[in-house]
């Protein structure tokens, strides 16, 4: 892998790009770190610090922001839940789903409602966390050297610029670095999290020697649970395909054999950030509203029984819901009819429509269910013992942050063996 890396740095466009990349992230968390304007830090870190679970949660997926009221404190949750209402408008709304069959024009149509829906959302919960925090739970009390409503408006005005700066940033990274930008964003997100976390985990237990060994085991299970993680992520379920011979001139074409590449979790991480997003949403409701029953309700859906059955349910959901979005079964067998392809044993046409239908159904299944336990077990034991370390390392963390390091890593791959290096999957 290290001769990997070195090849690609060696390679002028490449090495642009990851430093790009880098230069970017970077940024990110500086911006994590910046107040807004007329907090009382270590006031606000005081208050902070006894909330409840489904806070916590949003603290880690903006790696911190939230928990320092910093100007990305509304991190990237706002424009994943826009992603999520456009993904499934297109199937609700007529117009929505024509332009995603438009190709790259109406792509840019719905990428342009999402930004809008965002700075929307972005305005939400900036105007809840506010109210949240200047109420008796939390009891801050801002700058009083002005106005208190312009202050009020300079702090909103604050986190949505924040918010519509870290979307800028994502696209920025996905159009002239490496790998997708929002995905990047909540891995550093995550993993930004993980030295604090694991000075918790030391600190856990009076008897240092018990909790440095406990640390130890839980990042030994860790390490290996990763080739299994990695092991599934890269499975695939292939469907042969073979073509007949036809006589083009005076030349034999065809005749040979291939076949498609299903993936068990084609998805990939979408299904538990989107499921994350789900989850954690009546926290942000929670957050605008600021109410008892609504607050108790949010705590009651991060954590518990009823989180671990919904996060299943959620995961194995958009599993099914996005792999039936990226692939087409109708467009995949009319491709194969087009170029004189058949599957053994299937006739062409309805058939074999119906033949990708099953396998892709029979596939998503065992893969939705291994990345939900995958994201639900962690959880439990957090649940039992309360260590911060299971949570930064939970399930949900581990499958994002593998997830999106393969994504990277394959997009590296695609641009050194464009140059006619290896990659790191040899």
Same mark, same amino acid.
């Given at each position: 892998?290290?001769?990997s890396?070195?090849?690609?740095?060696?390679?002028?466009?490449?090495?642009?790009?990851?430093?790009?990349?880098l230069?970017i992230?970077?940024?990110?968390?500086?911006?994590?770190?910046?107040?807004?304007p007329?907090i009382?830090?270590?006031?606000?870190a005081?208050?902070?610090?006894?909330?409840?679970?489904?806070?916590?949660?949003?603290?880690?997926f903006?790696?911190?922001?939230?928990?320092?009221?910093?100007?990305?404190?509304?991190g990237?949750?706002?424009?994943?839940?826009a992603?999520?209402?456009?993904?499934l408008?297109?199937?609700?709304?007529?117009?929505?789903?024509?332009?995603?069959?438009?190709?790259?024009?109406?792509?840019r149509?719905?990428?342009q409602?999402?930004?809008?829906?965002?700075?929307?959302?972005?305005?939400?919960?900036?105007?809840?966390?506010?109210l949240?925090?200047?109420?008796?739970?939390?009891?801050?009390?801002?700058?009083?050297?002005?106005?208190?409503?312009?202050?009020?408006v300079?702090?909103?005005?604050?986190?949505?610029? $924040?918010?519509?700066?870290?979307?800028?940033?994502?696209e920025?990274?996905?159009?002239?670095?490496?790998?997708?930008?929002?995905?990047?964003i909540?891995?550093?997100?995550?993993?930004?999290r993980?030295?604090?976390?694991?000075?918790?985990?030391?600190?856990?237990?009076?008897?240092?020697?018990?909790?440095?060994?406990?640390?130890?085991? =839980?990042?030994?299970?860790?390490?290996v649970?990763?080739?299994l993680? =990695?092991?599934?992520?890269?499975?695939?379920?292939?469907?042969?395909?073979?073509?007949?011979?036809?006589?083009?001139?005076?030349?034999?074409?065809?005749?040979?054999?291939t076949?498609?590449?299903?993936k068990?979790?084609?998805?990939?991480?979408?299904?538990?950030?989107?499921?994350?997003?789900?989850?954690?949403?009546?926290?942000?409701?929670?957050?605008?509203f600021?109410?008892?029953w609504?607050?108790?309700?949010?705590?009651?859906v991060?954590?518990?029984?009823?989180?671990?059955?919904?996060?299943?349910?959620?995961?194995?959901?958009?599993?099914?819901?996005?792999t039936s979005m990226?692939?087409?079964?109708?467009?995949?067998a009319?491709?194969?009819?087009k170029?004189g $392809?058949?599957?053994?044993?299937?006739r062409?046409?309805?058939a074999?429509?119906?033949?990708?239908?099953?396998?892709?159904?029979?596939?998503?299944?065992p893969?939705?269910?291994? =990345?939900?336990?995958?994201?639900?077990?962690?959880?439990?034991?957090?649940?039992f013992?309360?260590?911060?370390?299971?949570?930064?390392f939970?399930?949900?963390?581990?499958?994002?942050?593998?997830?999106?390091?393969?994504d990277?890593?394959?997009? =590296?791959?695609?641009?050194?063996?464009?140059?006619?290096?290896d990659?790191?999957?040899?």
């Amino acid at each position: 892998m290290l001769s990997s890396i070195l090849d690609a740095l060696k390679v002028p466009e490449l090495r642009k790009k990851i430093l790009f990349t880098l230069a970017i992230l970077a940024l990110y968390r500086f911006g994590a770190y910046v107040p807004v304007p007329g907090i009382p830090f270590h006031e606000f870190a005081t208050a902070f610090s006894d909330t409840g679970v489904a806070m916590t949660m949003l603290d880690l997926f903006t790696g911190g922001a939230l928990s320092n009221f910093s100007v990305f404190s509304l991190g990237i949750m706002p424009y994943i839940t826009a992603s999520i209402i456009m993904q499934l408008m297109q199937g609700v709304i007529p117009a929505v789903g024509r332009w995603a069959r438009e190709g790259d024009a109406g792509r840019r149509k719905i990428t342009q409602v999402t930004r809008y829906l965002t700075l929307g959302l972005g305005l939400i919960n900036a105007i809840g966390y506010l109210l949240l925090f200047k109420s008796p739970a939390y009891g801050v009390v801002f700058s009083t050297e002005v106005p208190e409503l312009l202050t009020d408006v300079i702090i909103v005005f604050t986190l949505v610029a $924040g918010t519509a700066f870290i979307m800028w940033m994502g696209e920025l990274i996905t159009q002239r670095g490496i790998g997708n930008g929002m995905s990047l964003i909540i891995f550093v997100s995550i993993v930004s999290r993980v030295p604090s976390a694991i000075f918790s985990s030391v600190n856990l237990t009076a008897d240092l020697g018990m909790g440095i060994a406990l640390t130890i085991l =839980i990042v030994a299970v860790v390490l290996v649970c990763i080739p299994l993680i =990695i092991f599934v992520e890269r499975a695939q379920r292939r469907i042969p395909v073979n073509y007949a011979k036809r006589v083009q001139g005076r030349k034999m074409m065809g005749g040979q054999s291939t076949y498609i590449p299903l993936k068990v979790n084609a998805a990939g991480v979408i299904p538990i950030i989107f499921a994350s997003c789900i989850i954690y949403f009546p926290a942000q409701l929670a957050a605008i509203f600021n109410v008892d029953w609504l607050t108790g309700f949010a705590d009651a859906v991060s954590t518990g029984w009823i989180n671990w059955i919904l996060t299943i349910l959620l995961i194995v959901f958009f599993a099914y819901f996005y792999t039936s979005m990226v692939f087409n079964p109708e467009e995949t067998a009319d491709n194969i009819r087009k170029q004189g $392809g058949f599957i053994p044993g299937v006739r062409p046409g309805t058939a074999t429509v119906t033949y990708i239908k099953n396998v892709i159904n029979r596939v998503t299944l065992p893969g939705g269910l291994f =990345i939900a336990c995958i994201a639900v077990v962690p959880t439990i034991i957090f649940f039992f013992t309360g260590n911060q370390l299971i949570q930064a390392f939970g399930g949900t963390s581990i499958l994002i942050m593998i997830g999106v390091a393969l994504d990277t890593m394959s997009k =590296i791959e695609s641009q050194l063996k464009m140059h006619n290096y290896d990659g790191f999957f040899k």
